[in-house]
């Protein structure tokens, strides 16, 4: 399953199944970008991050995408778990707004379907 | 503990009634943030210390808002005469660098309530 950006605010998928959550991003300017999964009741957890000289990062089972013509980053959750069941938000940064003042977006609900 | 640890975990209070709010940063961490999170929206900035200078507090909605960092490692967000659109949960952040990019480390908030 796919979400397209922040307009759809949840997106459920099966177990096993891979997932995308997309991200719009607002500031060109912007070099550094963060993906957090916060589940109820918890503070943010920190998944991956990518500065803005990359295009891509991998760690486990994740995959970050970042296309700075449009502005787009999307996190990939590969055979999805029930424990990925969250909300997922992305963050950027930039140095015209002050060191190390990440700005979020609103967030997507991922729900994992057994 | 290892991580960012935040008192008390819920807190109600009368509407007019002051508020301190506190955050024990891991270990060594130079910079800490306050987040704001109102319930189904991302975390919004507040305010922003790096050791004990407050450097950044553009996020403060008014003059009620207060936080500080005396020495440098645990931070206190005081809200004076509480107002219900105050309701929300606070977050508090650090990281190691004072300069530079490095994810934030959350603690899992305090959960206001303002009746």
């Known amino acids: 399953g796919e979400s397209v950006g922040l307009h759809l605010p949840t997106l459920s998928v099966q177990e096993g199944d891979n997932s995308i959550i997309n991200c719009a991003y607002s500031n060109s300017a912007s070099d550094y970008f963060i993906w957090y999964k916060q589940e109820s009741g918890k503070g943010p957890q920190f998944i991956i991050d990518i500065r803005s000289n990359m295009d891509k990062r991998q760690g486990q089972r994740v995959t970050v995408l970042l296309n700075k013509t449009v502005k787009h980053l999307s996190l990939q959750i590969a055979a999805t778990q029930p424990g990925d069941s969250a909300v997922y938000f992305c963050a950027e940064h930039n140095l015209i707004q002050g060191a190390q003042k990440l700005v979020f977006g609103q967030g997507t609900r991922l729900t994992i379907n057994p | 503990g290892a991580g960012v640890s935040q008192s008390p975990r819920y807190k109600v209070a009368k509407r007019g009634q002051d508020v301190a709010l506190r955050c024990d940063p891991i270990s060594g961490h130079v910079s800490l943030f306050w987040y704001q999170q109102a319930l189904g929206q991302g975390p919004e900035f507040l305010t922003y210390?790096?050791?004990?200078?407050?450097?950044?507090k553009s996020g403060l909605p008014s003059d009620r808002f207060f936080a500080e960092r005396p020495e440098g490692s645990v931070s206190t967000l005081k809200i004076q005469r509480t107002q219900q659109e105050d309701s929300a949960v606070y977050l508090c952040?650090?990281?190691?660098?004072?300069?530079?990019?490095?994810?934030?480390?959350f603690g899992n908030g305090t959960r206001l309530t303002v009746t």
């Open positions: 952040a650090s990281t190691t660098l004072g300069g530079g990019i490095s994810p934030l480390h």
């Open positions: 210390f790096q050791n004990e200078a407050q450097l950044d």
